[in-house]
């Protein structure tokens, strides 16, 4: 189907599925029950899985393929932002062409930092875009406050000159983002039973362009112009030998990882008409990095899982805190319940980066392909077992559909 | 004239904090080949060692003062600390305030276990992995430790104060000849600039003048043939990685009382300390030192306001623009030796 082959094409139905049915999936506790705070499937947080699923997808394109680390891919997306924001301004509400800008201007600026970056590798590679990153956060934060905002950050305002459209609704507030007059915010919110689903306009538009985003990948992972990225990756000498120059594959990889990051960012102020500097501040690249290694580097499905997992945990497991815990663990006797939530409160509520870095180092040492390989390993474990026809766990069809 | 000698003073601190860590971090990439981003941590560590001796010796109990009474009479009762209670009070006192200084004496084990703890627990496993790995994973034992700190200590920077007798300000000027007042310099920042030189020059002069570091510099150039030799230059690396731990370290200690302690600070310094590092060329004990200083004074430049005005904001980018401009044009940076990393 489109031109992939079989296992590819079951991914992406997998994917294309877990996308449409996203508001069902992640919501799999009533309303009113204790668990409900596991809810994930409130618009705001789908919308961004999709988001940084799309900044991870694009980063693994640079990272998982050809192996160049890049500490400074945030700077992408908050461009990508900026540019959005000032088309909201300037053109219109529609968030169509604050996209198709974001995504040209972090193109742009991706290929003069990608242009002179790439003239080293390693680590001076890294420590180049780190420089470029550093360098955009400070300047969006101090020289270029009529631009970007300063510290306060780039807003809409009341007396933005719209070309297409108005300044002002006639109530006297700020128009919202739309898509063609769908407002982003629109949602559809069906109650079945104790369950209540929220479909909302802006986390579909975001879902179509990430499965396209994804479609993308999914070809480049399989087009020639793959090979020769896995190629600078395995062996950047040996590639050279046979005549071949390995800068424009490269150069054209971060410019596309750009793009996508471009691509995040103007969907992100599509969502919400915000732009602020300490996006691009290089810890924010520092996420995208734990987001494609926590879900496999050099897999199709893995940076996506990897978004997912740490997006959740910011926003669900940072919320668990001492009163949280202390209910769960109820049921204990009392000396022991205090020791069972004093041993686990650090890893929650406030303490969650904590969780994420051991994760990370852990993934890092044992599991060097990330949630994907974890996922295979599983499976494999028990698809050696004859004597068990249906011995599949959860997750790993999608892992082993993946790379 | 008087201007420019300041600003140069100005950047001596902050220079030495960097030469201190990008030291430390190119002792550990020559000898090791790691490339650590935890070693900000490590910075971080030392200076909340500090703290945690200024806490640890304010430590208090409860005790009745025979000689005052509350106002209704009774005895009052006051916090004494026990080190006034051992040593009393004056002594005890004095302890208190020099809690800054003794924290070196504090920091050095625990610095030393700490980074034996690193190198032995995680680092040796990542000598053969690719330098990506290497970055990785200490960068997610610089979120662990940073983490672990922020839930002990909390989210806010803790005020770290000099010994009082330490606070105040040397008149520069009058020494070289310029009138009173016009060239002022903290006495800290004096003191932290020699602690650093003094600190810089040891771990040289260790290295040069001792069997020890001979063998490491000879294992810097040729691990293999020097472990031929049948000396057990793992070993001797181990100690190496304790010794820029310790570096680091106390470059922390001594940083507490110029910005206090947070526990994100290791972070802070860690990129600026790459760029350095960089800067100074990869694997160049020497290139480390000046590129920190040379870096550090270039940035308090920047920050001149004749200069922000021209320029503004400058001085936030002054050291990226240096290190994109040095690396494009110096590859190997400024004291550089061929075949490191390339």
Redesign the interface.
Known sequence: MLGLNKKDTSLFLIVLGMTLFAPFILNPFPVDSDLAQFNAGYPDLMQRFLIFGIFAIGFNILFGLT?Y?SFGHAAFLGVGSYAGVWMMKLLTMNVVPAIVVSVIVAGLFSLFVGW?SL??S???F???T???A??SF??A???LTPVTGGETGLQLSLSDPRVLGVGATPEGSIPLTNFFGLEMRDSWEPALGGWLFTFNAGYYLCAVLMLVAFYVAIRIFRSPFGMMLKAVKSNQQRMQYTGLNPKPYTLAAFVISGMYAGLAGGLMVSMDPLAGAERMF??AS?EV?LMT?LGGAGTLIGPVLGAGFIKYMENIVSKINEGILHAWFAFLPDGLEDFVVAVFY?FVGK?W??T???M??LV??FL?GGIVEGGQRIGRLFRRRPAEPKGRPVGAPSSSAAE | MDAIILQILNGLDKGSAYALIALGLTLIFGTLGVVNFAHGALFMLGAFCAVTLSRLLAISHETVDPTRTDFLGNPLKVQTPYVEEWFGPEIGQTIIEWSVPLGILFAIPIMIAAGLAMERGLIRYFYKRPHADQILVTFGLAIVLQEIVKYFFGANPIPTPAPPALVGSLDFGVLIGFDAGQIIYPYWRLIYFIFAAILIGGVFAFLQFTTFGMVVRAGMADRETVGLLGINIDKRFTIMFAIAAVVAGLAGVMYAPINSPNYHMGMDFLVLSFVVVVVGGMGSLGGAVLAGFVLGILESFASMPQVTSVIPGINQIVIYLVAIIILLTRPRGLLGRKGVME
């Open positions: 192996g680390l002179i003239r080293r390693g680590i001076y890294s420590i180049l780190l420089a470029f550093q360098m400070a300047l934060y101090s020289v290089w810890t520092g990095v290694i650090p303490g980066h904590l994420l870095g051991i990370f180092m890092v040492i060097p």
